[in-house]
């Protein structure tokens, strides 16, 4: 059964712990993508990969890091240095960068 | 900066009644469109899409959108909404950013 999947559905930690995201593909696509979902904003775009060892900047990469060494693998860290990280986080995937995305079921983290 | 306006923030319908969400973009050159759509509870997923070719284009559902180049708009319609269109739809707009642009989104509840 192919797809996204995204680990935990709900995540707490502290103020000031770092945290790490997890998203898997068994798609076979080649780009990845994640995103932040608050209300009334829609989604944007934190970091992106086109491909396994790349991985670039979106509009609101600040206080994320991210890691692409396996091709099924796109896990996000929320650093402490991100000012709001309480949000609604969805990874996407798709065959080739900004072709159709296809998203995981998203991670709420709240950061208390 | 290239943007992605949906204006209709919360749109309350009857069952049977029709549908017309607006979605409006800002960049002038070509575009690639997309209309997601997320259910209570579901992954976001791909409503239909627009690359280029006839500009009504019919999605899944029931649903269509119509490309109007001169207007820079990609509004998203259905006839006559069901109880299970209750979702929210996020319009999204690839254009010289190379970058997925997604709008702030329109809730909308379906009442029977």
């Known amino acids: 059964d192919g797809g996204i999947t995204q680990s935990p559905k709900y995540l707490f930690r502290k103020e000031g712990q770092n945290v790490t995201l997890s998203c898997e593909q068994n798609?076979?696509?080649?780009?990845m993508y994640w995103y932040r979902q608050d209300p009334g904003q829609g989604l944007r775009l934190i970091y992106y990969?086109?491909?396994?060892?790349?991985?670039q900047k979106g509009d609101i990469a600040e206080g994320y890091s991210v890691s692409r060494e396996k091709k099924e693998s796109f896990p996000l860290t929320v650093t402490s240095a991100q000012k709001n990280p309480t949000a609604f986080y969805l990874c996407?995937?798709?065959?080739?960068?900004?072709?159709?995305?296809?998203f995981g079921p998203g991670t709420r983290l709240t950061v208390l | 900066a290239q943007s992605v306006s949906q204006h209709n923030h919360h749109v309350i319908l009857s069952e049977a009644a029709s549908l017309e969400l607006g979605c409006n973009y800002s960049?002038?050159?070509?575009?690639?469109l997309f209309w997601y759509v997320q259910y209570p509870g579901q992954h976001l997923q791909l409503l239909l899409k627009?690359?280029?070719?006839?500009?009504l284009v019919k999605g899944i559902k029931g649903f269509e959108a119509e490309f109007i180049k001169s207007k820079f708009s990609f509004n998203l319609r259905k006839p006559s909404v069901q109880w299970s269109d209750t979702a929210e739809y996020f319009c999204?707009?690839?254009?010289?950013?190379?970058?997925?642009?997604f709008g702030t989104g329109t809730r909308l509840q379906v009442f029977p």
């Open positions: 960049y002038g050159g070509t575009v690639n």
């Open positions: 627009y690359f280029s070719g006839d500009p």
């Open positions: 798609l076979n696509h080649d780009a």
């Open positions: 996407a995937s798709s065959i080739e960068v900004w072709g159709e995305q296809f």
């Open positions: 999204a707009v690839i254009g010289n950013t190379d970058k997925l642009i």
């Open positions: 990969s086109q491909i396994v060892n790349d991985f």
